[in-house]
């Protein structure tokens, strides 16, 4: 071999391992994409065209389509929903729920929590409902001994998404003075805050990458009123809080220091089914996680974002 030639291959040799080099110390990166919704009110239809601010959003065949354009997109989709699924068109006078939680199923939800309307047949309504449910009610700060519920929840799931292990709880505004107490029965309500912390905690025994809660408390109040805030600034361990109740449209999700430093995110996305959330997350191999983008999808017929 001349020595013009031995100089190259040596270079191309030193540049193959310098190369190599570097794409070991680059982390492998995991996308993960969480769609959410609340307060969908069982609008299964669009809004009618009737001049309204709302006209022609919402509607299960929109939000369909827009779910099932994201994950022909995205490697791991999440699909999360914070409750009151239950009451506000007729569709809930006359079935009760059956329509809304098919519907769900259909579309593919990973996980939902309850909120107060969702009693509104009664306790054991919603519990028979959930026959028609592929995916679990998380609530961890309602105690459902001796009622229909008492078998047909959890307190929490765990879902493998690509390499990510993420842990889902749930909680619960509270009922008394809220809702009829003949319609929860014997449902007894639990401490939202230390409820989803000692969840969270046994979700981090369980090396959860991520935590997310699914909160029908409300984003925030005036008076001293448990709530999504004070819950992200009262945690250790959950990282998002996906919001319902108050019927709030966030234009982007809110951002706290829970107790050990960390930052959650709150988000929220209105009511009827009129937008769709987005969080898109990056994990590293280290199992570090960054908050990437969030933004809200219009449901209706041609999508805008």
Known sequence: ??????????????????????????????????????????????????????QGLGGVAARSAIINEIRAEADSVLLLDSGDIFQGTPYFNLYKGEPEIKAMT????????????????????????????????????????????????KPYTIIQKGKQKIG???????????????????????NPIESANATAALLKQQHCDFIICLSHLGDKYEEDKVSDEILAKECYDIDLILGGHTHR??????????????DVLVNQVGWG????????????????????????????????E
Request: some cysteine.
């Open 1 to 54: 071999m001349n020595r013009r030639k031995f100089i190259q291959q040596t270079a191309l040799s030193g540049a193959a391992v310098l190369t190599a080099s570097i794409a070991s110390a680059v982390p492998a990166q995991y996308p993960l994409t969480i769609l959410h919704t609340n307060d969908v009110h069982s609008r299964l239809d669009p809004f009618p065209m009737d001049g309204s601010r709302n």
């Open 249 to 262: 449209f966030f234009e982007q999700p809110r951002k706290y220091r829970n107790r050990k430093g960390g």
């Open 106 to 153: 259909k579309m593919g939800y990973d996980a939902a929590t309850m909120g107060n309307h969702d009693f509104d047949a009664g306790i054991e309504n919603f519990a028979n409902q959930l026959a028609h449910a592929s995916f679990p009610i998380v609530i961890c700060n309602y105690d459902f001994t001796g009622t229909p519920m008492e078998f047909k929840y």
């Open 273 to 304: 089914g009129i937008q769709l959330g987005r969080l898109d997350y990056i994990f590293s191999a280290n199992s570090r996680k960054n908050w990437s983008k969030a933004h809200t999808v219009v449901v209706t017929r041609k999508t805008s």
């Open 168 to 190: 889902i709880l749930g909680v619960g505004i509270e009922l008394a003075g809220l809702v009829p107490e003949n319609l929860y029965g014997k449902t007894v309500y639990k």
